[in-house]
């Protein structure tokens, strides 16, 4: 929110000094994005221009996004990692695109790229992604570090690419607490526990460190996929795997993934089953979420409960028909 706030507020000063109107910002992203982005827009009031989805693909194009831009757009938006399936958003194309927009229209739109899952994860199994400000267009980056940065609830961190891309106006300067403290948030005071835990683990563990885990997860989420793949009831839906979890379909069983999903929590496994936005949604899915501790006995036991509920759904469905039909008999009968 504070990033594209701080992209709003350029896009307006810009438009000011052309001598030009802005009262109509608006915003661009794919309907696979996290709730947070509509909040932004609804908060901030900017006009959302959300890009629906399409069956089998789950992530934004960047000709679809071309279709949306204009010179009121504050700022598109791109996922490394969406919510729903773990995808990510062709980042590198829609810059390449912006970046074409700017030296054709002049319209210098920045790309905010949203990392929370995936910023954490990148570097570390996949550097020579482009995906951050190595590209152009790219001007702020939020990443959560309670999500792969490996910190408890709630910290997550925006990071500008230049000083300039923040407006002063936007930048509070407080000396009330000793010395000078600037400041730019939403509220004010905040713990600092989180910051403590993100700088521990930035120097506990360091580049290696967190190599070493973002593979062991990886390493553990592939095997996972690979194993449900192999059973031939499941369609895996983030083939390429960029991140350390498996979204799931189901191919043709009697039953759906909330029965599925049901049935696991019997077991204490929380793997939530869901639709997907817009224009995909008739697609249900379930998620899993490979963290540090999920070690590879326990990718063993959650296969295994996942076959053990898939058959008892089966077997249930099938004793429910016999059931049907015996009682059709009888009525037969009768
Ligand atoms: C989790 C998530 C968010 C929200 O981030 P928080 O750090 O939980 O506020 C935003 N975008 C994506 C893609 C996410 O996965």
């Keep these: ?3 594209v706030l701080a992209h709003k507020w350029s896009w307006r000063k810009r438009r000011q000094a052309e001598g030009k109107p802005w009262d109509r910002p608006n915003i661009v992203m794919g309907a696979d994005v996290h709730t947070v982005w509509e909040k932004f827009a609804r908060f901030f009031d900017v006009e959302l221009r959300l890009i629906p989805l399409q069956e089998d693909t789950y992530i934004v194009s960047a000709e679809e996004v071309a279709k949306e831009i204009d010179e009121n757009t504050i700022c598109v938006a791109a996922v490394l990692g969406t919510t729903f399936t773990g995808q990510m958003d062709p980042i590198k194309e829609i810059n390449d695109l912006l970046v074409d927009i700017k030296k054709t229209k002049g319209w210098d739109i920045p790309l905010h790229v949203d990392g929370a899952s995936g ?5 570390f199994v996949n550097p020579d992604l482009e995906w951050d400000f190595r590209l152009e267009q790219v001007k702020s980056i939020n990443v959560s570090g309670h999500k792969y940065g490996l910190v408890y609830p709630g910290i997550g961190w925006l990071i500008m690419r230049d000083k300039t891309d923040l407006p002063d106006e936007l930048v509070f300067k407080v000396n009330y607490l000793g010395g000078e403290m600037t400041n730019y948030s939403l509220n004010f005071s905040k713990g600092s526990s989180t910051i ?23 390493n553990n989420s592939r095997y996972l996929a690979e194993k449900l793949h192999e059973t031939g009831k499941f369609e895996i839906i983030n083939k ?11 191919k043709d069983a009697p039953f759906t993934v909330f029965h599925l999903s049901a049935r696991l929590r019997q077991k204490g496994w929380i793997v939530p089953a869901y639709y997907l936005p817009e224009n995909a949604q008739d ?20 296969f295994s409960d996942i076959m053990k509920a898939y058959h008892s759904l089966e077997l249930s469905e099938t004793e429910i028909k016999e059931r049907e039909r015996g009682i059709e008999n009888l009525t037969l009968l009768y």
Aim: no cysteine; net charge positive; aromatic share 10%.
């Design 1 to 3: 929110m504070l990033g």
């Design 283 to 302: 697609v249900a899915v379930m998620r899993m979420v490979i963290k540090e501790n999920f070690s590879r006995d326990m990718v063993e036991l959650l």
């Design 196 to 218: 403590l835990a993100q700088y521990y683990n930035f120097i506990r563990l360091g580049k290696s460190g967190y190599t070493d885990i973002m593979q062991n997860m990886m």
């Design 240 to 250: 390429q795997h960029t991140l350390p979890l498996v979204a799931i379909r189901l």
């Design 119 to 123: 910023g954490f994860v990148a570097p």
